[in-house]
């Protein structure tokens, strides 16, 4: 996989594994965690629960004319060690990119968390050059993973 097509952040986070993932799975706070932002707030509050599960965000950007939803398919499911989902115009099927997270216990109330944002799957020319890949930065994601630390913490 090229290197020049996806972005990875890490923090270690001081909260154990299972609270950073039961914030990860509730699109309802996925506002509150995103440093880039687009993320406007949940169409649907229901916690992620399988891969396969759907959950819709209402965003906002520039970059698609304004206020926007996405639909978000859950890619990576694994409790308390991972969750992903691939992000698509509401109504449309996933063009490839996605966001993976990974969750490492570093003991009882510490977890690595790994943060990816790939977009090697894109195979659409015109969406490539429309969107301008990557249209969120590695510090956005690290700002990201700020957020997550403060939004465990509180």
Do not use: C
């Amino acid at each position: 996989m090229a290197q020049d097509q996806q972005i990875i952040v890490q923090r270690t986070i001081d909260a154990s594994a299972k609270d950073v993932f039961e914030v990860l799975t509730n699109p309802e706070r996925h506002a509150e965690l995103d440093g880039s932002g687009f993320v406007r707030s949940d169409e649907k509050t229901d916690r992620i629960q399988a891969v396969g599960d759907v959950f819709t965000m209402n965003m906002t950007g520039d970059h698609m004319g304004g206020d926007y939803q996405t639909d978000n398919h859950v890619t990576a499911y694994d409790p308390n060690k991972m969750v992903g989902w691939k992000t698509a115009p509401a109504g449309t099927e996933p063009p490839g990119w996605e966001w993976l997270w990974e969750l490492e216990p570093q003991g009882p109330d510490s977890t690595l968390v790994t943060h990816t944002y790939d977009w090697s799957r894109v195979t659409d020319k015109a969406l490539l050059d429309k969107v301008g890949f990557p249209l969120v930065t590695q510090e956005q994601l690290e700002e990201t993973l700020g957020r997550l630390a403060a939004a465990v913490s509180s």
